[in-house]
């Protein structure tokens, strides 16, 4: 079975510029979530997808944005990205019910020059 | 403000060293408290606590919930370097905006 995939795994943009990370869950997960991780801040949580809906959203600015297909594949877009939006872009996908684990992707790597 | 606290922040120790991370959490609708081991990029699931007093155990790896102190330990016994790496500590709530809390992680090194 496949696990979660991301791409691309490494990513350079310049300030000012947009950015699309895409992630594909594991077959048969509908629930897709996507976490920013930078050193000291542990794994903080932007949206999760469930049936092309978003059902959560965290504490990130509109510039954050992200769509699922009816495939359960999962889209996040930043726009006009900041020096500080440097970070690894984790996707994780569940089978959506009660006790269920995540099970994460290798991420995407972004770097804000 | 619901929050996952983990402790130490690194840690560094000897091959065949035994070591015990912690977790306590302030958490609103508790469900049930993850372990994850981070080695590069892709964290990868340890154990899911629900129930207090339970240990859960895979090889040398062990850990245990105590939902009236609100807290849990990994314990490591014997490590190696592989198991160097960021260990995150995450609750699972049965509702709100954030279904899952991660703590900061520890980093933890062994040295040979």
């Known amino acids: 079975k496949a696990g979660v995939t991301q791409t691309p795994r490494y990513l350079i943009k310049t300030r000012g510029q947009q950015v699309t990370l895409s992630c594909s869950p594991i077959s048969g997960h509908r629930s897709v979530s996507w976490y920013q991780q930078t050193p000291g801040q542990g794994l903080q949580f932007l949206f999760e997808y469930f049936s092309e809906t978003q059902r959560n959203k965290g504490n990130f600015p509109g510039r954050f944005s992200g769509r699922q297909f009816s495939n359960s594949r999962s889209e996040m877009n930043v726009s006009t990205l900041e020096l500080g939006d440097s970070a690894l872009y984790l996707c994780?996908?569940?089978?959506?019910?009660?006790?269920?684990?995540?099970?994460f992707g290798s991420g995407t790597q972004l770097s804000v020059l | 403000e619901d929050k996952v606290v983990q402790s130490p922040l690194s840690l560094v120790v000897h091959e065949g060293d035994t070591v015990t991370l912690n977790c306590s959490y302030e958490v609103t609708n508790f469900r049930s408290l993850l372990w994850y081991k981070q080695e590069k990029k892709a964290p990868t699931f340890l154990f899911m606590l629900t129930s207090s007093g339970i240990e859960k155990k895979s090889g040398r790896l062990s850990s245990i919930l105590d939902k009236k102190e609100l807290f849990s330990i990994l314990n490591i016994t014997a490590t190696q370097t592989g198991d160097s790496a960021v260990y995150l500590c995450a609750v699972e709530r049965t509702s709100g905006t954030y279904k899952y809390i991660f703590g900061t992680g520890t980093r933890l090194k062994v040295l040979a």
């Open positions: 994780a996908s569940s089978r959506d019910s009660f006790n269920e684990k995540l099970f």
